[in-house]
């Protein structure tokens, strides 16, 4: 009773992906890869991804054996957050945070423009004879994708 | 390390009453839980019996049904301590296994620990009643010579002994333990540790012996009868508390979690939460302190996150150490569990708070010096911000403690599971 009421109307709407949110997703390293097991318990890992600038997807490669794989299987709606951290500033920090439907796809069908990109980006931390057979990647398609810098929000959704 | 022969006698080997319980009829054909009641119907119906047939004085009736009660209360945490102890899971560091291993064989397989205690109070009373027959020909009144009745005395004057003495031992093995795992906690290296669950039971069976030593309470009115026993019994309730909180306190310095995983929740600034709503997950970045137990992060009451949690309280908290160029350095931690948030103005709410009390104020505390610069700019800076974003705790912003399930550490890209 004594909480202040969230204002929706504070959220900005936007028609296309805003561009400083698309920078962030060409940029960043890091993507935080959030599914969910039965009864809606989240799990979340950190993942290398590449951004897709055609489709504007988000490819995103992993073991298939892991959890988020088997999560996926049984619930193809996942939660992409890549963001920039500002220690010192809170009104500098950024993010993009897509939220969508993941399709996986063997390693062997993904356009070969977007594995090269992927291989580079990672080149540090991709072990020799990359990538293994027992990978898959993932792709999402962001059905609303949220964009904050400080403290002010846009939201793109698909079907605007 | 234990041996499978140790394991196995550690989960066959039973006190004393336990075996009485499992072997002697009726209680071994009682369910666990009443078998305490048919003690207590039992016992007492010999002891009124008893008085009716010697027709003992009426306070004789009282002080011997406080016995009773007393051993039958003593009982009942007994049905507690020794399962829990057995099942109580190996720590992955070699000293506090080694402390908790030798604290085991100590309570459940030494006989002599077990009775020593006992015997020792038993003797006593014995011995005293011989030097000072006054006292017990006040309580049996005219049945005072009757060998039958001196049998009886005696058998209850064991059963509260037995229970006097163990509950001793087991609260000075219990201090013993805590002290010295604690000083082996220290010495852990890497991912060892003593998973906290042990560690919570270990607490829940230090909180067993002090009701133990406190049911004691119970006697003090039989005891009153004589200056020697009473402040003798007062003593002993006085070395149990101490003993207690010593325990207790000594095992409030344990880490509950590994030496690395504490690593990168101590010196990392930012974590990322994920909860879930109608089979959408939704992951964020948080501000977050740690406080050597669970994980707390700050969010507003405008944040969708906030909406979630009272929805669906199960949540997952990601703290990664990132480094672009060396894979080595990658760290992370998933911490999956249970959100509680606290600071809210409901019924609940306050219950929380009145529950958590001052910890509250350390953990804002906490916040407060791993984040001086974010501090200052809400208080530069508060007043431009949107309302639901300024740091007015109750008002705009909440706290939420995690408190974990399941726990996953990973170096480079290799996960461990580790035990919660």
């Given at each position: 009773m004594f909480q202040i009421k969230p204002n929706k109307k504070q959220t900005i709407i936007t028609k296309t992906i805003p561009e400083d949110a698309l920078d962030i997703l060409r940029n960043g390293f890091f993507a935080y890869f959030g599914t969910s097991e039965h009864r809606c318990i989240p799990h979340l890992t950190a993942m290398f991804y590449v951004w897709d600038e055609t489709n504007q997807t988000i490819f995103l490669v992993a073991a298939k054996s892991s959890h988020k794989i088997l999560n996926i299987r049984k619930n193809n709606r996942v939660s992409v957050t890549v963001d920039i951290r500002d220690p010192v500033d809170p009104s500098k920090n950024s993010g993009v945070l897509i939220r969508g439907r993941a399709m996986m796809i063997e390693m062997e069908l993904v356009k070969e423009t977007m594995t090269l990109i992927f291989m580079e980006k990672y080149i540090e931390f991709l072990g020799k004879g990359y990538p293994p057979g027992s990978r898959i990647a993932i792709r999402v398609t962001p059905d609303v994708l949220s964009y904050w810098r400080g403290t002010t929000f846009f939201r793109w959704t698909k079907d605007t | 390390m234990t041996s499978r022969a140790q394991r196995t006698r550690l989960k066959n080997r039973k006190w004393i009453y336990e075996d009485i319980v499992e072997r002697v009829p009726p209680f071994r054909w009682l369910p666990p839980t009443l078998d305490v009641v048919a003690q207590l119907v039992l016992v007492e119906g010999l002891g009124i019996a008893a008085f009716l047939y010697w027709q003992m004085p009426i306070n004789t009736v009282i002080f011997g049904s406080l016995a009773i009660a007393y051993t039958v209360v003593w009982s009942a945490g007994c049905l507690f301590i020794a399962p829990s102890l057995r099942r109580l899971r190996d720590p992955t560091n070699e000293p506090e296994l080694e402390v908790l291993e030798s604290y085991r064989g100590r309570v459940l397989l030494n006989r002599g620990y077990e009775l020593i205690g006992g015997v020792s109070f038993f003797v006593f009373f014995v011995g005293y009643m011989f030097y000072n027959p006054n006292i017990l020909q006040g309580f049996l009144?005219?049945?005072?010579?009757n060998p039958l009745l001196f049998i009886l005395i005696g058998v209850l004057a064991w059963d509260v002994s037995y229970r006097l003495g163990l509950s001793f031992v087991a609260t000075l093995l219990a201090a013993n333990r805590s002290i010295r795992l604690s000083l082996a906690a220290r010495?852990?290296?890497?991912?060892q540790y003593t998973a906290y669950s042990e560690v919570r039971t270990l607490k829940f069976l230090d909180s067993v012996n002090l009701y133990w030593g406190a049911s004691a309470i119970l006697v003090l009115p039989i005891a009153a009868a004589d200056p020697l026993i009473f402040y003798g019994l007062l003593a002993f309730l006085g070395a149990i508390l101490g003993l207690s909180a010593l325990s207790l306190m000594a095992m409030e310095t344990v880490p509950w979690l590994p030496p690395d995983v504490e690593g990168v929740l101590l010196n990392e600034r930012f974590a990322y939460v994920g909860v879930c709503t109608k089979r959408q997950p939704h992951v964020t970045p948080v501000i977050f302190a740690y406080d050597g137990k669970a994980l707390y992060f700050a969010i507003s009451v405008g944040s969708a996150k906030y909406r979630i949690i009272k929805e669906n309280r199960n949540v997952a908290v990601l703290v990664d150490m990132r480094d672009r160029k060396n894979p080595v350095n990658n760290r992370a931690v998933l911490i999956r569990g249970h959100a509680q948030i606290l600071g809210e103005i409901s019924p609940i709410g306050i219950l929380r708070m009145f529950v958590y009390g001052l910890w509250l104020v350390r953990v804002w505390l906490r916040f407060q010096t791993k984040y001086p610069r974010y501090t200052k700019f809400y208080e530069d800076r508060g007043d431009e911000l949107p309302p639901v974003w300024q740091i007015k705790p109750f008002v705009s912003r909440v706290l939420v403690r995690v408190d974990p399930v399941k726990m996953t550490y990973w170096r480079e890209a290799s996960p461990t599971p580790l035990r919660v």
């Open positions: - | 009144g005219a049945g005072y010579g010495r852990r290296r890497g991912l």
